[in-house]
């Protein structure tokens, strides 16, 4: 089977599952790209597919010049390292990884020097396994509260990646804890965190706990591409 084919079967997952949790609202499917070289990239954009998530700056910078012809919005879902926000700002729209003040603050200055507006996401860890990224969720709102009161920066929602495990009970617990914090954060009314809307939750193996939990964009890497090489 092609990438296209997986890509249009992932595509059926999300609407059987946005349909299973009675949701009228759009799920937006964001394709995880890591280590995928641009050609296998460009065939998926060439049908239109129009949202893409990069996880390190250095492939990011490698392929999107190639991919200019393909409208489509970049994301960056990896860690980001300081000084690398300029580079990634060339190329991605959104940084959905961000985990500190001092992140938000030096994306807020490479902004404003660029002359545009940033959207952004706050990562929480939800799973509180230590080999992932993202604030912890006591964190969060504090966080959340600061971006919004950076110029250049456009808070747009939360992103977790969720518990490594096949426990459903345990992984939803996660995503529906994002979820609340979500909900905490638009209740709050802190200036600049009202459009703080979006859930980026759920990958290939739970897209359908996380829709189930309210995801508005779920990130597909290995249901498009297939396993990565070890
Ligand atoms: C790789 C990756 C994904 C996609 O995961 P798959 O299991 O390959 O679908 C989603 N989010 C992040 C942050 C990733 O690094």
Redesign the pocket.
Known sequence: MSDVERLEQMRARITAATRAAARTDQVRLLL?V?TQPTDRIATVLQTGHDLI?H?RVQEMAASEPDLIDYPHEVHM??RLQSNKVNAALRFATCIQSVDSPRLADRLDRSAQNAQHQVDVFVQVNVSDEDTKGGVRPDEAEELCRHIGTLEHLHLRGLMT?GANSTDETRVRAGYRELGRLRDAVLASGAPGTEAARELSMG???DLEWAIAEGATMV?????VFGERPA
Request: glycine share 26%; hydrophobic share 40%.
């Open positions: 995880a890591k998530g996880n879902i990896g990646i990958m290939s193996a990130r597909i890497g290995t249901g």
